[in-house]
């Protein structure tokens, strides 16, 4: 039987699946998947609102279940999905996961790490931006379109 490899665009559709459920619980729609051995291994949506907690990010949330499903600190087999270009906090986080690749949807042009130094990614990170950004994109347009 053969495995079935899935592209980055699959598991970007299940990051944004994350992210409408951000949104539909008014929170700033971001989602968050981590995927180990072409399976996914947590799920995770802003919950900085709910939590009443501004270091409850997608990313943060998604390294947290990750790292207890696997039962280790170091996700270095993993890749995350996610749907906004990761913030200084986010992107320092996974540093310390050792993660082996960022996919992220949209740049975050105000506060994505890359404004400020791709050094926050651990070396052996590799990154790919762009993937689905204009559902993404989208998906915060509309969001913060609908606060004013």
Not at 71 to 92: H, Q
Not at 129 to 148: C, I
């Amino acid at each position: 039987m053969a495995i079935i490899e899935f592209d980055d665009e699959f598991y970007m559709k299940e990051a944004l699946k994350e992210a409408q459920k951000a949104y539909d619980a008014d929170e700033v729609p971001i989602g968050a998947v981590i995927v180990c051995k072409n399976q996914i291994i947590a799920r995770a949506h802003n919950l900085t609102e709910r939590l009443n907690d501004v270091t409850a990010h997608a990313e943060m949330q998604s390294f947290t279940s990750a790292t207890n499903n696997i039962g280790g600190k170091y996700l270095n087999d993993c890749t995350l999905y996610v749907t906004l270009e990761p913030c200084v906090m986010c992107a320092g986080a996974s540093y310390w996961t050792q993660i082996s690749k960022i996919v992220f949807g949209a740049k975050d042009k105000k506060r994505g790490f890359s404004k400020y130094s791709t050094k926050l990614l651990h070396p052996k990170t590799q990154l790919i931006g762009n993937v689905l950004e204009k559902e993404s994109a989208d998906l915060l347009k509309s969001f913060f379109m609908k606060k004013r």
